[in-house]
């Protein structure tokens, strides 16, 4: 994908972030530059205007309250691409519903992969390196002993060219729990 995308990423500021943000620093610190995050809509062009998708995204997240996710195992996307990251096991369901219900009107984008929530430790260089920071990746998650819930409570909207990445607005999610 060529020139300026959007995505809407949940930042992931909690225990898990900081430990996937140690890890790339360590494992490949040529990409450090983008925080953790679970992204919710992955890179797309628009069907219009940057105000038109803001205005779906807050549109839809006014509806969705708040919800957790549990991080799972350490994965890659060999050989497709030499991607690392932790699988969301408890709540994916939650994070593809998101996905679905944004996926319309100026967000609308046909994906080349299917939808698969997941925190990214390392997009590595190779397919060799991305085995190896897997080897790593997995012995350290298996060593890590803090939570491994993440709350969803907003997601922001952010554009660039799929290296470099601008906030542009933090909407929260701020539906009304069904009782």
């Not at 967000?107 to 790593?136: C, F, G, N, R, S």
Request: net charge neutral; charged share 25%; with cysteine.
């Amino acid at each position: 994908m060529i020139g300026l995308v959007y995505a809407a990423v949940a930042y992931v500021r909690s225990p898990v972030g900081i430990f996937v943000e140690e890890l790339r620093r360590e494992l490949h610190p040529a990409h450090t530059h983008a925080d953790a995050h679970l992204t919710v809509l992955p890179p797309r062009p628009l069907r219009g205007t940057e105000q038109q998708a803001l205005s779906v995204l807050t549109e839809i997240c006014q509806t969705v309250t708040a919800f957790e996710v549990t991080m799972g195992d350490v994965e890659s996307f060999v050989p497709i691409t030499p991607t690392v990251f932790l699988r969301v096991a408890r709540g994916a369901y939650r994070m593809r519903e998101l996905h679905d219900l944004l996926n319309r009107g100026a967000l609308d984008y046909q994906e080349p992969w299917p939808y698969m929530p997941h925190l990214t430790i390392v997009k590595a260089d190779t397919v060799d390196e991305a085995q190896k920071v897997e080897a790593i990746a997995r012995q350290r998650w298996r060593a890590y002993s803090d939570t491994r819930t993440l709350r969803i409570g907003s997601l922001t909207f952010v554009k660039g060219n799929g290296e470099r990445w601008v906030d542009l607005a933090k909407v929260p999610l701020s539906g009304v729990p069904v009782r």
